[in-house]
């Protein structure tokens, strides 16, 4: 039934449409009023205390050390820098949770509907375990255990020549870039345009004939061959420098602090146990008739599983996975209980020597959000790109 | 953006850093702070998690400690009974902002007076209760004789705190190099400190001889002699409230005072009677004078404080010196008379 223009017109102003538009008016004027309100009345307190307010104090100097940065800092630099060795630190911390996470993630979720009873109740057992304790107290066990554990500095254990275990952390001999280091570089450019290249060639050959390589183990050849060809073949190309016990610490090399390594350690295994259950609930959500069909048609159960359930369980696993991976770089603020210098640890620091508690938490709000926005639009790109495979 | 939900497990941290921040929106001006506890039967005071010797629950869990004793001096000067507190443990960073945003009506935990919490953060320091200054302790074995013999070593240390800031500044000085290791809390720093994860531990000297104690063989490790720091112990009250401010300082004075004057937690009851002829006693425990209702309270405040925790020697005895595990020599924080620091403006 067509309505006329005019009823159309009388419709939008009707009685009920107009009422509705006051009420949502009203609303959003009463929440917008409050908001004002407590921005006022939070202004006057701080004046009325004589507490300093705004963002100036991030160009004064910070004054207080930092144990683990990875840009240069000392303490006669900016609150700012401060912060920023925090926020960077932060990031690090939380992309390579994300990342070993995922992977145990995946190889648990598998184990739990794997065929070999042994493996699925190993797993199952890891993911209720894990699952069910407070992050917290899993970080403070993982610190306690790495702490009580390691030997002191002065035993520090080999465990690789000129590597080093110790209650200060691994320490590990760093890459130095030599005059040749470019020549690294190109061999190490030409292997992955080879990769490339070999990847779609396979592809293109398993398309047409059916015929399969094992594209991994010849991918990872093509990477690593030529840069250690190179490194064999010119001189100073890539310096190894050695850390060396030097009075209290060992001096030089790469160093992963006992916190650090507590914190990646505790956060991936608490993490990893619900990204398993996301894969083992999404790899349960593949009808069984597609398994059986991709065994009828002769796949092994390792193709099975990577070519026919996974690509299909992604679909469930990812908008829930998006969600544990929020959670996770929220976590990574409880790094604070065992000494390592994240973004709220260093914030609370200049909490307590300024007092500027609001813009200090606003910063911390403002960068997570931004972490958290930023992990979940790849994550949509991806879950968009996953859905379209629908058939 | 829509998966983006709320977890949580978010930090504790943040959260509480978060409600005591959102306090300080849209609170009105209230009336004076002693009104208030007064209508409320009880005192909000801001203590430490658990420093032994100043304020730290014991096996029954009552607190106990210099810094508690001195809660409990106030509570009994306005109610008459000394355990009319709540006490509230605070972190380190908590500390000031807890009393800025009224969650606590007095902090008094260890906190050093300086110029910048006393100008720019919003609250007013109170008398000094304890000349405190920070110092390193390691480990007998490491053979380190000097804290400037410590360069290299990573150095176990709590957050939020002056310790930080004389850490830097004494590395800066002297051309050394630390590698700090930042706790939220005391007991996390020890624990790093006692497992081996750090060479030495830096707080204020008396905590050190604290944490001692309770390292499983206290004789293997030793405070080195170096002091880097002055550190004046003062519990904090909001700033802006002078009655409020009045009334602790006034009390702590008192305490002191009381020491001068020989008085004990045991003749404080007939000492107006006995010393008739003392004007000082006679002002400061209400035979004579108006003193008390100077600051709000009963003309008798000191007696009843006094009499709850003792002057302020005997707390001292009590939790820190000769009576306590700890046993700290009384040193900077004796009476002017006899040597030490500890000199109040006159009662009268």
Known sequence: MLKTTSERLGGLFSYSNLLSCFYQTLTAGIVIACAYYLLLATQENLEARHIESGFSFLTQEAGFPIGDSLISYSPSDSYGRALLVGIINTFVAAILCIFLATIVGIVMGVAQVSGNPLIARMAEVYVEVMRNIPVLLILLFVYGVVLVGLPSVKQAIEFIPDGFLSQRGIFVPRPIAGDNFIYLMLSLGLGIIGTVFFLKWAKKTLDATGKSYPTIWISLALVIIPPVITQAVFNDVLTWEAPELKGFNFKGGWVFRPEFAALVFGLVLYRGAFIAENVRSGIVSVQKGQREAATALGLSSDRTMRDVVLPQALRTVIPSTTNDYASLVKDSSLAIAIGFPDMVSIGGTMIGQNGQAIEVIAIWMGVYLCINLIISLLMNIANNKFQLVER | ?348
């Open chain 2, 1 to 348: 953006m829509k998966k983006l939900a709320v977890n949580k497990s978010t930090g504790k941290k943040i959260s509480g850093m978060m409600i005591a921040g959102l306090a300080l929106f849209a609170t009105q001006a209230s009336a004076g702070t002693l009104d208030d506890v007064k209508a409320r039967g009880h005192i909000n005071c801001g203590v430490s998690e658990g420093v032994p010797g100043f304020s730290n629950p014991n096996s029954d869990g009552v607190w106990s400690g210099l810094d508690v004793d001195m809660c409990r001096a106030v509570s009994a000067a306005i109610f008459g009974e000394s355990d009319k507190i709540k006490f509230v443990p605070l972190a380190s960073k908590q500390k000031i902002l807890a009393v800025v945003t009224g969650q606590v009506d007095l902090t008094s935990r260890t906190t050093t007076w300086t110029m910048k919490r006393d100008t720019k953060e919003g609250v007013d320091f109170t008398t000094i209760v304890f000349y405190d200054g920070q110092g390193f302790m390691t480990r007998k074995d490491l053979g380190v004789s000097s804290a400037k013999e410590l360069d290299g070593a990573t150095v176990c240390v709590t957050s939020g705190t002056t310790t930080e800031l004389n850490l830097a500044d004494f590395a800066r000085a002297n051309n050394l190099n630390f590698e700090p290791v930042v706790f939220e809390g005391k007991k996390e720093a020890v624990n790093a400190y006692r497992s081996g994860r750090c060479d030495a531990l830096t707080t204020d000297n008396s905590q050190l001889a604290s944490f001692r104690t309770t390292m499983p063989d206290p004789s293997a490790h030793v405070v080195l002699p170096e002091v880097i720091s002055k550190e004046p112990l003062s519990p904090l009250v909001k700033h802006g409230d002078n009655q409020w401010k009045d009334l602790v300082t006034w009390t702590i004075n008192g305490l002191i005072t009381a020491e001068e004057l020989g008085v004990t937690q045991k003749n404080v009851s007939n000492l107006a009677e006995a010393q008739r002829n003392n004007p000082t006693v006679q002002r400061m425990l209400g035979a004579s004078g108006e003193y008390g209702s100077y600051i709000g309270l009963e003309n008798n405040w000191m007696v009843n404080a006094i009499s709850a925790v003792g002057n302020y020697g005997e707390i001292f005895d009590r939790n820190l010196g000769k009576d306590s595990p700890l046993n700290l020599p009384r040193g900077t924080n004796a009476l002017w008379q006899d040597g030490g620091l500890m000199y109040v403006a006159p009662l009268r």
